[in-house]
């Protein structure tokens, strides 16, 4: 019996597409990174799995030579982890074509998430091909593939469903949905609003009751997380998300909003085998690696605990609950979960120095200081915070210097990083982090 024939599936199933999706974003074109660095793929792979992720997508090895041996990279880390946290299975991202299909199996692929467009925009302009001729391709490699590998879980998506008429997206899956694990609905472009999710999930629901569905939704009208939530709720058991919700244009649903918001709305069974205090230091690993802060939109951020208006500052220093409505240090926004410990990679020590301690460093300091760190870590008692020891690496060893910040600064905004602090001093460390990355809101 296949791994995946063995698997119970959870409630919800994330489909972490950090690795493809995510890769696609503009942000790495920014500052000229492009793409994710191996190593930074194997620390954001790990990172998933300890986060409960089970399922992660990937680019097919045929995309280029970096991917193709980057996979490999990929299932060593995976392998490292099955131990200590089971198996996570590899999705490639694969077209209807048979060397993409035939590099994804060579390289050891748990499973292929085929696509294709199917609606008038990719008919006419992307592949050039009409509906019978791209669902009789379809179907041809898809059953090859079924009858020699039979262990393989296998997705097909029409790209571009939500502007797919109904009739056109039934012609084409009722042909391949007898050779598939799930049928993807894809949101390509961003169009669809959280009514037509539900109604376009109900009715595939009603017609392919046996096969598991799968949601991708794009964030160009800012839909993409509650078309998500709408597809859960509309009986969708597969959703793939990014951490931040990174991806092609403005991205689509974020990892941590999503599990964030199934709290809120005390869905608990949703959230089974996830581990929600990891969420924060999650997204501090990937918007370190973008180069940039977790943004404010993200629902786990620190900006939602941070209060810079004074009406506002009096009142939470006296009791939080007036203007913090969820728990957030339930998903990790507390200075000690951003620290992981032995695992931590040099970025996540680089940022917490830099933009939460205030520290002045550069990378090459932080390369330093983490291998030094490293080396104690895992000697730790637990009695013993990882974060003194760090801090007293930085200072003792490295004579790392804070940056003074002028005194009328430090009382303009309350931060607060540890909820079980108790006291004005915790917070006042963290003004003088906020303030350097917000220097507008201190001038
Ligand atoms: C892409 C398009 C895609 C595919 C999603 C899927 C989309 O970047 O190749 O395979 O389900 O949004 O349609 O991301
Ligand atoms: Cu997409």
């Known amino acids: 019996m296949s791994r ?4 119970q599936p959870r409630p919800l199933e994330i489909i972490d597409t950090t690795l493809r999706e995510g890769q696609q974003t503009s942000l790495l074109h920014d500052h000229h990174k492009y793409f ?5 793929k194997e620390e954001i792979l790990r990172a998933l799995i300890v986060y ?32 200590q946290k089971g198996y996570t299975f590899l999705l490639a991202h694969v077209r209807c074509r048979p060397t993409d299909v035939a590099s994804a199996i060579e390289a050891g692929a748990d499973g292929l998430n085929f696509y294709i467009g199917t609606s008038l925009e990719s ?12 669902s009789a391709t379809a179907r041809r490699l898809i059953d090859d593939v079924r009858r020699s590998h039979p262990g393989l879980i296998l997705r097909f998506s029409g790209e571009d469903a939500f502007r797919t008429r109904e009739s056109d997206l039934f012609r084409v899956y009722d042909e391949i949905v ?9 949101d390509t472009v961003g169009v669809a609003a959280p009514a037509a999710v539900a109604r376009r999930v109900a009715v595939l629901r009603a017609r392919y009751p046996n096969v598991e569905l799968e949601g991708h939704f794009h964030d160009d009208r800012g839909f993409a997380l509650v078309n998500a939530l709408e597809a859960i709720r509309s009986g969708v058991r597969y959703i793939n998300t990014t951490v931040l919700g990174i991806g092609e244009r403005s991205g689509i649903t974020s990892l941590s909003a999503l599990l964030f918001n199934l709290y809120v709305d005390r869905d608990f069974d949703r959230l089974e085998g996830y581990h929600l205090r990891g969420s924060y230091p999650l997204n501090v690993l990937v918007a370190d690696k973008l180069k940039k802060l977790v943004p404010s939109k993200e629902p786990v951020s620190l900006t939602n605990r941070t209060h810079t208006a004074g009406v506002h500052q009096s009142a939470v220093l ?4 007036v203007y913090e409505a969820h728990p957030l240090d339930v998903f990790g926004v507390s200075e000690s979960e951003i620290l992981l410990g032995p695992l931590s990679g040099w970025n996540v020590i680089h940022y917490f120095l830099k933009e939460i301690r205030y520290y002045q460093l550069d990378e090459t300091t932080a390369k330093e200081i983490t291998a030094a760190f490293k080396e104690r870590a895992y000697r730790l008692g637990p009695e013993v915070s990882p974060e003194q020891v760090l801090i007293e690496i930085a200072e003792r060893e490295f004579g790392l210097a804070r940056l003074q910040l002028p005194e009328a600064a430090l009382s303009q905004i309350v931060q607060r990083l540890d909820s079980s602090a108790s006291g004005d001093a915790s917070r006042v460390t963290g003004v003088a982090s906020l303030a350097t990355r917000h220097p507008s809101r201190v001038a």
Do not use: C, I
């Open 123 to 134: 008919r006419a302009f992307n592949h050039g091909n009409d509906l019978n001729t791209l």
């Open 52 to 83: 409960g992720v089970k399922f992660v997508e990937v680019f097919a090895p045929v995309v280029g030579p970096q991917e193709r041996d980057d996979f490999d990279a990929l299932k060593a880390a995976r392998d490292s982890l099955v131990t």
């Open 178 to 186: 007898p050779l598939v694990d799930r049928l993807g609905l894809p």
């Open 4 to 7: 995946f024939a063995q698997y």
């Open 318 to 321: 006296r009791e939080a609950s």
């Open 36 to 40: 994710f660095t191996r190593a930074d």
